[in-house]
């Protein structure tokens, strides 16, 4: 049995990054290498020394939508909602906070310019004949952990510099640290970029809650790799290339591909003990205890090998989670 507690490790609170680096790429770099089990330390804007020419970076290009809405009730009180999706119309799945709200209950938000009702206790519809109006009134639903409200910097700072396609609860951080500049530079030298999309959902933060993890059940997410992905997922394969996955959510994607699944949705957990198919290097952060991001990290570099570079970026102060800094496994 795997247990949920192998998954565990201490973690100081001031370590959890609450804003982001001016400058993405200044952000550090552990680079893990697998073979030898070696650690070494770096920055963000070297990375390209870890990759080869002919070599295929994968990019998830989902965009994060503004889907954090504060209204009031009639009698004044505050409401939370969070836009998880949008099922038809102006009718959205969603979590509503306090959890008391009745249904029923009218929601008023913009300045009463906009209501929704609340139809049952995971469910809101709104009165507005175009729902996209909704998220010109909503905020970056910055993670949890992030102790303060948004402010205009997330607006920037919370997207990569690629998003492209709307439909996301949060971002794909890994990429986080990628600029404009830096991706021109790595095509320049000769490696080949490509965009998968996987609209990251309530899936890749649903809690474990049992305590034998392979019981765990992922709620499915929205993704697509592009005819021109496959072709180039295909040539590197065919080459022998190196494929990089950036961020969890890519190497889902890309793992799902491998399974024969082009687009739809995946509800894909890995865990220790999974075969990987095509992905040979994964570029991530620093993912919390006991989730499924942090199970994935261990079954792609290894527990023993990952708990130890956890500890190790524990003991060198690294930043962690969504603004936090990066990890590379080779």
Request: hydrophobic residues 40%; contains cysteine; charged residues 25%.
């Amino acid at each position: 049995m795997l247990k949920l507690s192998n998954f565990d490790y201490g973690l100081p609170k001031d370590l959890i990054a609450q804003y982001p680096l001016e400058k993405r790429e200044e952000a550090r770099l552990m680079v893990v290498e697998r073979s030898s089990g070696s650690i070494k330390h770096c920055s963000f804007k070297d990375i390209s020394a870890y990759f080869k020419k002919n070599d295929l970076l994968v990019l998830n290009d989902t965009k994060v939508l503004a889907c954090r809405l504060i209204g009031h009730k009639a009698t004044g009180g505050k409401v939370e909602i969070l836009l998880t999706k949008r099922k038809s119309g102006s009718t959205f799945d969603a979590l509503i906070q306090p959890s008391r709200t009745k249904v029923g209950e009218k929601i008023y938000f913009g300045n009463e310019k906009i209501c929704g009702i609340v139809t049952n206790r995971w469910e809101i519809s709104f009165k507005v004949s175009d729902a996209d109006r909704i998220y010109e009134l909503g905020q970056v639903p910055l993670p949890p952990y992030i102790k303060r409200e948004p402010e205009e910097l997330d607006k920037e700072y919370y997207q990569t510099v690629y998003a492209n396609k709307e439909g996301a609860i949060a971002s794909p951080t890994a990429g986080l640290h990628f600029t404009k500049d830096l991706l021109k530079n790595l095509e320049a030298a000769g490696v080949n970029v490509a965009y998968l999309t996987l609209h990251v959902g309530l899936g890749t933060f649903k809690p474990v809650t049992s305590d034998d993890i392979t019981e765990h059940k992922m709620e499915p997410e929205a993704f697509q790799v592009a005819k021109a992905t496959q072709e180039k997922i295909e040539e590197a394969t065919r080459s022998k290339s190196g494929i990089i996955a950036v961020g969890t959510t890519s190497l889902r994607a890309l793992e799902a591909y491998a399974n024969g699944v082009r687009e739809g949705a995946t509800n894909l957990f890995i865990y220790p003990g999974y075969k990987f198919k095509l992905v040979n290097c994964l570029l991530t952060n620093f993912h919390l205890p006991k989730t499924t991001l942090f199970m994935l990290v261990c079954a792609f570099g290894g527990e023993e090998l990952m708990k130890k570079a956890y500890q190790q970026a524990v003991d060198d102060k690294y930043r962690f989670y969504s603004y936090g800094d990066a990890m590379l496994i080779i």
